[in-house]
């Protein structure tokens, strides 16, 4: 909770702050789709996350009329130093293939597709763009993972 949470929360406080002094601006915060849907991590691991998507929105309100818009970023499966066993794990059994499979892309996400939201974000195209979590996810949040014909 204090990486994931609380130092979130103290960026957002003080940037915050500043970035209002200095007319607006964007702040980014990185969540995760395991703080929207359950299954996608440990209780600790979603609560945390939970927790920085209610920070996009909080604040956002709390910074009304400041001109400084607060959104956060929730990323599905992506090869990450916190995901390299799971892919390494999956390179050994030679079936790579098989990881982010649950999702509607049938696929892990690559982090390049994490830094497109991010530049859009942080671009003047997001300027209405305020206190949203936007999946990356390839439409994993926005489903229930099935096995593909299963239930076909």
């Known amino acids: 909770m ?9 960026a957002l406080k003080h940037a915050g702050a500043r970035m209002a002094e200095g007319g607006g601006g964007s702040i980014i915060l990185t969540a995760s789709v395991a703080g929207v849907r359950s299954g ?5 691991y979603s609560a945390s996350k939970a927790a920085v998507v209610s920070m996009a929105q909080t604040g ?19 090869e990450t130093n ?18 982010g499979q649950l999702n509607p892309m049938m696929r892990y996400g690559h982090s390049k597709e994490i830094a497109s939201v991010a530049l859009f974000l942080a671009s003047g195209m997001s300027s209405y763009v305020n206190g949203q979590s936007i999946c990356v ?16």
């Open 82 to 99: 916190m995901t390299k066993p799971l892919f390494d794990g999956a390179r050994q059994r030679k079936n790579l293939d098989k990881v």
């Open 60 to 78: 956002s309100a709390q910074l009304a009329g400041t001109n400084v818009r607060v959104n956060a970023i929730c990323p599905g499966l992506i």
């Open 2 to 10: 204090r990486i994931n949470a609380e130092s979130v929360f103290l």
């Open 137 to 152: 996810d390839g439409g994993l949040s926005a489903s229930h993972p099935v096995i593909p014909g299963k239930f076909f």
């Open 40 to 44: 996608a991590g440990s209780v600790e």
